[in-house]
């Protein structure tokens, strides 16, 4: 039996609930771990059924964790892409990991912005940007619907193989450095039609999502990139982290 640290005044489901948080915090759990079931917790933390169901409840709402129909409860990748401050080709962290990757294409073609994009961009609202929409795959699995936002003088890009790394046509070919970045914001949706299609996995599925912009060294912005990322197969749910 594991005892509990937490105020004794907290509720017990609370004290669970802030301890598990603390588990992923200190990395002793980590994104895409899959947890005990509820029946081992209950064990664990010698507390009833519902109270481990409760606290559960309240990390899957705060996205710590997520569910997965038929599979259990996992580890979600929120906070690692809250903390990730840098950043890194999606093809350069699967070779590191020992994974081949590969994109279709789904669009690569000028599309009006939005008035937060043309913002970023420092363009008038309305104007035309740069549009690739790619589905990522890893070792042949669909893993991630991404789309990009580039300024209109990266139209070029309609004339470069974007089945690759993007970022390193931007570098070799035109000098474009992406450094850091700046809005990074993530949550957890139920997968729409069309990204279930695309990513090959039931409609209404939990999926990852993410929006970030880049900038250059100068803060000179590069992209806005929106990602929906499956994490119905653990075994490559990790493939993001570097």
């Known amino acids: ?3 509990l640290t937490g105020a004794a005044d907290k509720p017990l489901y609370i004290q669970i609930r802030d301890a598990v948080k603390e588990q992923i915090r200190q990395g002793e759990l980590r994104a895409g771990d899959k947890i005990p079931s509820e029946v081992m917790l209950q064990k664990t933390f010698n507390v009833s059924r519902v109270t481990v169901r409760k606290a559960v409840e309240e990390l899957v709402r705060d996205n710590y964790l997520i569910k997965l129909q038929g599979r259990g409860t ?13 950043v890194s080709s999606f093809t350069q962290l699967c070779r590191l990991q020992g994974k081949a990757s590969i994109a ?3 669009k690569a073609d000028l599309v009006r912005g939005d008035k937060g994009q043309c913002g970023f961009f420092n363009v008038n609202a309305g ?9 990522r795959r890893v070792d042949g699995l669909p893993v991630v619907l991404e789309t990009n936002y580039f300024h209109p003088f990266c139209e070029f890009l309609k004339n470069e193989d974007l089945t690759g790394s993007v970022y390193e046509i931007l570098t070799s070919k ?11 914001e993530v949550g957890i949706v139920s997968a729409g039609g069309r990204e279930a299609e695309l990513l ?7 999926v990852l999502t993410s929006r970030v912009q880049v900038y250059d060294s100068k803060d000179n912005p590069v992209h806005e990139v929106q990602q929906i990322v499956r994490v119905d197969r653990p075994e490559v749910f990790k493939y993001y982290i570097d």
């Open 74 to 86: 996992y580890v979600s990748q929120v906070l690692e892409f809250e903390n990730k401050k840098g």
């Open 200 to 206: 090959d996995i039931k409609e209404g599925l939990p």
């Open 127 to 135: 104007s035309w940007l740069m549009c690739v929409e790619r589905v």
């Open 174 to 184: 035109y000098h474009i450095y992406p450094a850091k970045r700046g809005l990074n």
């Open 104 to 106: 279709r294409v789904i």
């Open 1 to 3: 039996m594991q005892r």
